[in-house]
């Protein structure tokens, strides 16, 4: 009876947070309503919303989500043209549970991980 998932990730500054997932992403608004402490993006099938927080922590944040994809070498080589940040220890690579991955840090430290299965 499931059909979608849309995470709820935190974020301190709209502006950034929008600048960040629609210049390096792609990602696009979501509809054309502006809420101040509220922002949705668009990517695909994927729809991630954000909230205000702004007095994250960003070294106490915990915030993640998995994103699943097809042709993930095309999008980790398009997040590279980008010069989009990989994170430290996030480098595409196969995993012994059969799927290839990497993983972002926002500017708000929510980690995003891409995967596709191998």
């Known amino acids: 009876m499931l059909s979608d998932i849309h995470p709820k990730l935190p974020m301190r500054d709209k502006s950034k947070t929008r600048e960040y997932y629609i210049e390096k992403l792609g990602f696009e608004n979501l509809g054309t309503s502006n ?7 668009v990517k695909d099938n994927i729809q991630i919303h954000f909230f205000l927080f702004k007095n994250l922590n960003p070294l106490e944040n915990y915030g993640q989500v998995y994103i699943r994809c097809n042709n993930i070498d095309g999008f980790y080589q398009s997040i590279l043209d980008q010069k989009v940040a990989i994170h430290p220890n996030g480098k595409l690579q196969a995993k012994p549970w059969g799927q290839k991955e990497f993983s972002l840090l926002d500017p708000d430290n929510n980690l995003l991980m891409f995967g596709e299965t191998i």
């Open 35 to 41: 809420y101040p402490d509220y922002l949705m993006l």
